[in-house]
C-alpha cells in the first residue's frame, strides 16, 4: 500500500521535530499485560505531532491480522485516535508471509505530555486486542512486578542440599495470582503438568476477570513440574509435590520481551523471570534467578552424510552429547539446584533422541539394515547417572526418563529403576497409554523397594475403578441405546470446532437410536453452558455433563483419555 499524503504529512512532521528535546524513542518497551501474542511493540516514537508505533505482526503463514479503525491509545484517560498507517491498511487484512512475520507502522494522536504509560485497545469485543501499561520510562523492574510480595523480591536462600523428590499422594492446591492484570485481559490459562508416570496433562485454571485469580485442585503421584502458559506462550517451569497449597505469581510483563527475543537473533535473553511460588517445599528452587541456558550447539545425533550408524554408535554419539551438555552446565553462573535439574533435563533428551531414533531418516544405496537398541544400550545410558539418586525425578521432561526403562531387562528385581518400570507398565496399561508395553505388573509376586510406588499402582486402580462405576451410573438410563460419548472442553478450540458440526452430524445419523452424551474436562459452569448455546449443541438425545473435577478425571483414567480433543 502507497503511503497516504496525511502519512507522508505526518512524516515529515516528525522529521522536523527531530531535534525537539521533547522527541522520545522507546525500543521494544515492557509490556504489564497482553490478551494476545500477535502483535509486539519494537518501537515507540513521541512527537509533538504524533504517536508512531513501529509493530511486528505474528499469526501463521497465509493467515492475517487485522486493524480496526477504532483502536486507540490510552493514556491519563485520555483517548488518542488512529490516524493512519504505513504497510497495513485499516480494517483490511494483512496476510502473513511464510515465515510469519510481518512488520508495519500506526499513526496515533500525540500522548499527553509527562505520560509514563499507555494502553493499546482494539475494541470491546472479547478477542480485540488490548495491551496494557506499555512503560516509556525504561525504568521499570520487570523482576519486581506490582503485587508480588516483598519477600519474594529478593533472592531465595538456597542453602544445603536440595529438596528431594516427593514419594506421596495427595491433593494439590494451585491458587494463581497474575502479577499486571487488568480487568477482562484474559479469562483462562493453562498449566501443562509434567507428571512422573502418565505423561503431560493440561490442567486449566478458570481466571475471575475482575481480578486475575483463580484456582484449581487436583490429585497428584509424586513430584510433578509444570509451566504456565498464557494467550499461548509459555513461562518457566517449578516444582510441586503432592499435599500441598502454593500461591502461584505469574509475571505478565515477561511476555512481550521473550516475543522479542524469540524473533530478533541474536538478541540477549532478557532474563525476566515468569513466576514465583510461595508455600511449596520447592520455594527455594523455584524462585532462583533466570538462567540463559543458550548452549552452544543443541542435541546433533546424526550426520546424514555418514550413512546408517549401528546402535553402538547412535548410542556413544548420545553419551558425548550428554558429557558436553554436562561440561556446559557446569560453566554455566547458576546456583547448583539449577544445574541438577539440568543435567535430568539433558539426560531426558537422550532417551528422546533414542525414541525419535535419527537413523531411520537416512537413506543408504548399501541397504543397511537398521539394528535396534537392545537392553545394554538402554543400560549404558542409565549408567551415566546415580538411577538411586532422590534427584533422578526432578525434571521438566521426567517422564521420557521413566518411560525407557521398560528397555532393561532386569537381572535384579529391586532398586528405584525397576520399582520405577513395574510402576510406569501398570499404569500404562491401566489408564490405556502405550498400548502394547509388554513387561510385568503389580502383582502378588512383584515386591517393590518403595512402597510408594505400590501406593501409586493401587491409586490409579481405584481411581479407573471409580471411573467405572461413575460412567456406569451415567449411561444407565439409555440400555438398549447406542451412545456416542465425547469428551471435550470449553479451553480446546478444535473440540469446539467438531461441535459446530453436531447438528449435521446429527442429521445423517438421525435413523438410528443414539444417545449423544457430553463429558466437560475441567470447564467452568459459565463457558460450558454458553458453548453449549453458541454451537447449539442440543436436541432430545443430547445429553450434557459438567462433572465435579475428579468425577470426571477417574472416568478418563477409565476410558484412558490422554489427549483432546
Known sequence: MKPTKLFLALA???LLGACSSENKVIEFPLVGAANTKMIVFEKVELTDTATVLTIRGFNQPNYWIRVAACTRLVAQGIECKLLDSRDIEIGKELFMPEDGDSCFTLLFEPLPKGAISFDFIEGEAEDDWRIYDIDLTGKRDANK?????????????????????AYEIGDVTINVHLLGYREGCMKRMTLPVNTTFEGQRSVDVNIDPKTGEGSVTFRQHGTACSFVIVNGRGHEAFFFAPGETIDLYVNLARINQMARYNYQTPVENPLIKGCWTKG????????????DWNAPDSLNTYDYTEGVMDADEY???LIDFYHDECDFIESTPCHPWQKIVTKNIALASCFGALERDHRKYVTSDNGDVLVPFKS?????IFSLVDTESPYLLLGRDVYRIVKNTRGLNFAKKSGQLYDIYITHNTVSKTVGYNIGIVGETLNENVH??????????????QQVDNGEKILRKLIEPYKGKFILLDVWGTWCGPCKRALANSQEEYEHL???????????????????KNVIKEYNVTGDNVVHYNLPAEQQTAIEHFLGVNSFP
Open 12 to 14: 515529515v512532521a516528525v
Open 145 to 165: 512486578p506490582e503485587g508480588l510480595p516483598h519477600e519474594l523480591y529478593r533472592e531465595p536462600k538456597a542453602e544445603g542440599a536440595m529438596p528431594e523428590y
Open 280 to 291: 511449596s517445599r520447592y520455594d527455594a528452587l523455584n524462585n532462583l534467578p533466570p538462567v
Open 315 to 317: 548410542v556413544e554419539r
Open 376 to 380: 545394554e544400550h538402554y543400560e549404558r
Open 448 to 461: 517393590l523397594s518403595n512402597p510408594f510406588f505400590a501406593k501409586v499402582c493401587h491409586d490409579v486402580e
Open 510 to 528: 438421525k435413523d438410528y437410536d443414539i444417545v449423544y452424551l457430553y463429558l466437560a474436562n475441567r470447564s467452568s459452569e459459565e463457558s460450558w
